[in-house]
């Protein structure tokens, strides 16, 4: 055991960091998505088989737990499928990623051009001026085409008299969610998952519900116009900020979203 310890290296001491790292992150993303008390419980039987395998040598039990093992490794990826798949999305669309991937390929980062999204800036200000609610959600790939599926068609260019509009309370497309896409939006009216996750505010209703819930399974970006308090938030990678005003929310949007 001494001479384990004389022999702890650099490259020991970054592996022991890099694994904590990783169980952290993890921790973080299973607590974020519902999956914490899951995930808990695989670390407690990887710690049990690692004890009876290394430390007390049963070899039975220990063949069994290893069978186990084997079969365990097929289920996690099976029940984790969309944790995972929202692993390496964070990871893909990071902002040290980015920076790390501009940096290589040597390619000028440009800030986002705020002016791009003054449409929906002035729309969700409107709206929030006079308490509507609305619940936009824009896409930065193909992975919507399920939600945009669920709702009405509307393929137009982003106008913010037609934002208003759909939101309008007697509008029959004003529930559910606006999908944007490029300078396009695609559809209204459209269904999305909820989140349970324990960390949202229990003022927070339907809408930011299901703005977390987008947030938490894609890289879009949500936004969400209260219709109790007018206040404007945005949701996006699983965390979210709140009482945006119109110039902050544009910086977000030229933030964020490519």
């Not at 890099?18 to 914490?36: A, E, I, N, P, Q």
């Not at 501009?102 to 729309?123: C, F």
């Not at 229990?202 to 890289?219: P, V, Y």
């Not at 206040?231 to 996006?236: A, E, L, N, R, W």
């Amino acid at each position: 055991m001494f001479d384990y310890f004389v022999s702890f290296g650099i490259k020991d001491i970054i592996d022991v960091l890099s694994v904590s790292l990783l169980l952290f992150y993890l921790y973080k993303l299973m607590k974020r998505t519902g999956s914490l008390n899951m995930f808990i419980g695989i670390l407690v039987f990887i710690f049990v088989w690692m004890i009876v395998s290394q430390v007390l040598k049963m070899q039975l039990l220990g063949a069994v737990m290893d069978k186990l093992v084997d079969v365990g490794v097929i289920a996690i990826i099976v029940l984790f499928a969309d944790d995972i798949r929202h692993f390496f999305r964070d990871i893909g669309t990071s902002t040290r990623t980015r920076k790390l991937f501009h940096w290589l390929t040597r390619r000028r980062h440009v800030d986002g051009d705020l002016s791009k999204w003054d449409p929906i800036v002035k729309a969700c200000e409107s709206m929030s001026h006079r308490k509507e609610g609305a619940l936009i959600v824009i896409g930065q790939n193909d992975e919507l085409h399920d939600v945009i599926e669920s709702g009405e068609e509307v393929n137009a260019n982003i106008n913010q008299l037609l934002i208003e509009n759909i939101f309008f309370k007697n509008s029959p497309l004003h529930d559910g969610a606006m999908i944007i896409v490029g300078d396009r939006i695609e559809s209204a009216s459209c269904i999305l998952p909820l989140s349970q996750s324990e960390e949202l505010p229990k003022a927070f209703g339907l809408r930011h519900r299901s703005a977390m819930g987008i947030a938490e399974k894609t890289n879009a970006v949500a936004v969400v116009v209260s219709e109790e308090t007018g206040t404007i938030s945005v949701f996006h990678k699983g965390s979210f900020q709140r009482d945006l005003s119109a110039v902050s929310l544009a910086r977000y949007l030229a933030d964020n979203v490519r």
